[in-house]
C-alpha cells in the first residue's frame, strides 16, 4: 500500500542522538497506527514505539523510555524518531510501519512488509 523508507541512521558515539526518519511515499490515515521497532545483532526484531492515530498516545518500549521520542508530520507525510543519549545496546536496525496490528504498553505488533531499514550502530 504505501511505501515507507527509513533513514538517518549512523555511527554515534555513547551519548550521542541521532534523528531517524521515515517518509511516506503515500499519504498515510490519519488514523493509522504508526510504528518503530529494531533488531539488535542476534536478536528478534522487537517494537520500541507507536504511536496511535485516534489519541495521539505514543507507547515505548521499557529500554528506551525517556530517550526515545516519537512524533509525527502530517505536513510532510514523515515519522519521527528521536533518539537521546545513545546506548551500545541500541545497536542495530531500526525498521518503521504503517497500519499496526497492536500498539500498547506491552504489545506492539505488525504483520506487514518490513522494508530495508537504517543501521543504527552506537560504538566508541
Known amino acids: 500500500q504505501v511505501q515507507l523508507v527509513e533513514s538517518g541512521g549512523g555511527l554515534v558515539q555513547p551519548g550521542g542522538s541521532l534523528r531517524l526518519s521515515c517518509a511516506a511515499s503515500?499519504?498515510?490515515?490519519?488514523?493509522?497506527?504508526i510504528g518503530w521497532f529494531r533488531q539488535a545483532p542476534g536478536k528478534e526484531r522487537e517494537g520500541i514505539s507507536c504511536?496511535?492515530?485516534?489519541?495521539?498516545?505514543?507507547f515505548y518500549h521499557e529500554s528506551v523510555k525517556g530517550r526515545f521520542t516519537m512524533s509525527r508530520d502530517y505536513a510532510s507525510n514523515t515519522v519521527y524518531l528521536q533518539i537521546n543519549n545513545l546506548k551500545p545496546e541500541d545497536t542495530g536496525v531500526y525498521y518503521c510501519?504503517?497500519?499496526?496490528?497492536?500498539?500498547?504498553?506491552?504489545?506492539?505488533?505488525?504483520?506487514?512488509?518490513w522494508g530495508q531499514g537504517t543501521q543504527v550502530t552506537v560504538s566508541s
Open positions: 510501519a504503517a497500519d499496526l496490528a497492536l500498539c500498547g504498553d506491552y504489545q506492539i505488533a505488525y504483520f506487514g512488509s
Open positions: 504511536l496511535t492515530g485516534d489519541s495521539g498516545t505514543t
Open positions: 503515500g499519504s498515510i490515515a490519519d488514523y493509522s497506527l
